[in-house]
């Protein structure tokens, strides 16, 4: 790779939302009869806020690799779709269903003052941590 990309902002931003779920979880754990409901909702917002901050990332940066990896902007020209399935054949990311299903819950953020569409939201964005960790290993493995 002619020039090493820069994931400096990327684990910077998947170390925020690791704690952003910590806190989840530990607001989770509490007994029903003592939690606030303001707890959950902060809880909740954190999540959903840093999953769209670092879904943003990850695209962009894939988007950054496959440029810098093969030399041209073919990447410039790909659908969020084709760009995943280039990922995973690249073995950037495991799971090519999966981002897709992230990709959708992203584009949900913008309705999440719908009670429902924040609940759909919060719990695809609790599933992202595993996913985020093996695409940050796999980019840094390559650069």
Not at 10 to 23: G, M, V
Not at 62 to 80: F, N, P, Q, W
Not at 116 to 140: C, M, N, R, S, W
Request: include cysteine.
């Amino acid at each position: 790779m002619e020039n090493k990309l820069d994931i400096s902002a990327l684990k910077k931003a998947a170390l925020a939302f690791d704690n952003a779920l910590a806190f989840a979880r530990k607001v989770e754990a509490k007994p029903s009869d003592t939690l606030e409901f303001y707890e959950m909702e902060s809880a909740r917002t954190a999540v959903i806020h840093h999953f769209e901050f670092i879904y943003e990332l990850c695209w962009k940066t894939m988007k950054r690799y496959i440029e810098m990896d093969s030399g041209s902007e073919e990447a410039d020209v790909l659908t969020r779709k084709e760009l995943f399935r280039l990922s995973a054949e690249r073995r950037l990311i495991a799971s090519f269903a999966q981002w897709v299903d992230f990709h959708k819950a992203r584009n949900s953020t913008s309705h999440v003052y719908n009670e429902e569409v924040a609940d759909d939201v919060y719990a695809v964005a609790k599933q992202f941590a595993g996913p985020l960790h093996d695409f940050v290993t796999a980019i840094e493995q390559r650069i």
